[in-house]
Each structure stands twice: as structure tokens, then as C-alpha cells.
């Protein structure tokens, strides 16, 4: 499901160089480091915006207007920390809709009753920083006896299809609004 997210980045601000850690503050659902001399700021909206992707047409690029109250709200939220956030001006804002299951993990591995189909999908917006794993992950899958945990991320959990769009929609965006949140014990 294409969950939204946007980060925003700033000219330069005093102070800021590529030297600095990367920081994550869960607590504001926010992510910041530094993009060269400026603020890189993005965060997890309280209340995700998804699409259905039965309307999304195939092969078109999908227009994703930034959301300035959205990446006002991250800002004003890190002013907390570091007050010239605010500010800044901003250089560009980086947006789009990310692939998110309704469960949170990858989908790999080849598809059930589609031969020679093999997916490789629902990053949930760390695909970039998974990416090498989920090669690994495809090869594996491929391969006559599988880890279990690469069979767990099989699409096979998906069909015959036993869901339905809206609440598969809810739970992905449910992923994405807790993404800094802490699992649930299990009772
Ligand atoms: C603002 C933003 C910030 C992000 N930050 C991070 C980050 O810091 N770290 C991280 O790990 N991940 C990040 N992500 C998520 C990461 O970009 C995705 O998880 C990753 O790109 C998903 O890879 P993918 O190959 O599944 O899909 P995509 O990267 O979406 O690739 C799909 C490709 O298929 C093409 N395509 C679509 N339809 C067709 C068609 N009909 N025929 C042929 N080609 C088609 C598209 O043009 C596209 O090139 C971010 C995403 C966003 C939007």
C-alpha cells in the first residue's frame, strides 16, 4: 500500500556539517542529519495518508505535491531541539509514496500460481538501507530450501487473498504511523 512520506531540506545554517551523527528522535517521530551545510528533516505523520493502488495509474509518474503544513509541523517540532530550523530556508523537499504491507515486513520471494514471478516489494520505506539484504533475500528464496525467515517473508501469506483492500490499507498506514513506536507485548 503507498503510504506518504516527505523530508524537507534547508540552506545552510550555522553549525551544520556532515560531520554530525545522524539523530533520531522517536519521541517526535522525527529523523534529522546534516545534508551538507543544511538541516535534513523528515518525519512519521501521526495520521498517514494513503492511496488506493487500484487508483494509481500503471506507468504514469505519480505527482506528490509537498505538504507544507506537514513539513511546517516537522520543523516546528525540531525547533524544540534546535531552534534555527524554523528559520531556514528550504532548499528542497524530497516526497513520495513508499510501498508499506499491512504487517510491516518485506514481501520476497517467488508468487504462488504466477510462474517466473518473483517479488521483491513493501519496503516500508527502508528499501534503500535494506536493499543488499533483500537481494540476499530474493536469492535465498529461490533456492530449493529457504530459511524459515525468508520463507515468513514469502507472498505466499498474502494468497489465496484472505484481506481486504481498506483494512490492508489501514494496517499499512498503521505501520507507517508507528514506525519509531515500541512493539506491543504480547498478551
Ligand atoms: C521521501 C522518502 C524518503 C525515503 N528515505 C529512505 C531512507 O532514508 N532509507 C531507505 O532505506 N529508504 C527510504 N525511502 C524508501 C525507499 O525509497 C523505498 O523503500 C525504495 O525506493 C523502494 O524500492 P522499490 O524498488 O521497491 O520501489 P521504487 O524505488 O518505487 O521502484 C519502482 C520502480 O518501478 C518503476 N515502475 C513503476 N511502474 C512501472 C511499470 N509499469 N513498468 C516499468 N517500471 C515501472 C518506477 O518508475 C520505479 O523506478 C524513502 C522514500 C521516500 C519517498
Known amino acids: 500500500m503507498p503510504v506518504r512520506h516527505e523530508y524537507f531540506v534547508t540552506r545552510a545554517v550555522p553549525g551544520w556539517h556532515a560531520g554530525l551523527p545522524v539523530l533520531r528522535v522517536p519521541d517526535l517521530r522525527l529523523?534529522?542529519?546534516a545534508e551538507g551545510p543544511g538541516i535534513l528533516c523528515g518525519g512519521w505523520e501521526p495520521d498517514g495518508l494513503s492511496l488506493d493502488p487500484r487508483q494509481v495509474a500503471i506507468g504514469q509518474p505519480l505527482a506528490v505535491p509537498p505538504?507544507?503544513?506537514?513539513?511546517?509541523?516537522?520543523?516546528?517540532?525540531?525547533?524544540?531541539?534546535?531552534?534555527?530550523?524554523?528559520q531556514a530556508e528550504v532548499r528542497e523537499v524530497f516526497r513520495g509514496f513508499p510501498a508499506f504491507s499491512p504487517d510491516g515486513r518485506f514481501i520476497v520471494g517467488p508468487v504462488p500460481g504466477l510462474r517466473g514471478f518473483v517479488m521483491a516489494a513493501a519496503c516500508n520505506a527502508h528499501g534503500v538501507s535494506g536493499s543488499a539484504g533483500l537481494?540476499?533475500?530474493?536469492?535465498?528464496?529461490l533456492q530449493p530450501d529457504p530459511s524459515g525467515y525468508v520463507q515468513s517473508l514469502s507472498p505466499a501469506r498474502y494468497v489465496p487473498r484472505t484481506w481486504d483492500w481498506e483494512s490492508a490499507r489501514a494496517q499499512a498506514e498503521a505501520i507507517y504511523e508507528n514506525y519509531y513506536g515500541l512493539p506491543q507485548p504480547h498478551s
Open 135 to 141: 537481494a540476499q533475500h530474493v536469492l535465498e528464496s
Open 67 to 86: 505538504d507544507w503544513d506537514v513539513l511546517s509541523g516537522f520543523a516546528d517540532d525540531f525547533a524544540r531541539l534546535a531552534p534555527p530550523v524554523t
Open 31 to 33: 529523523y534529522v542529519r
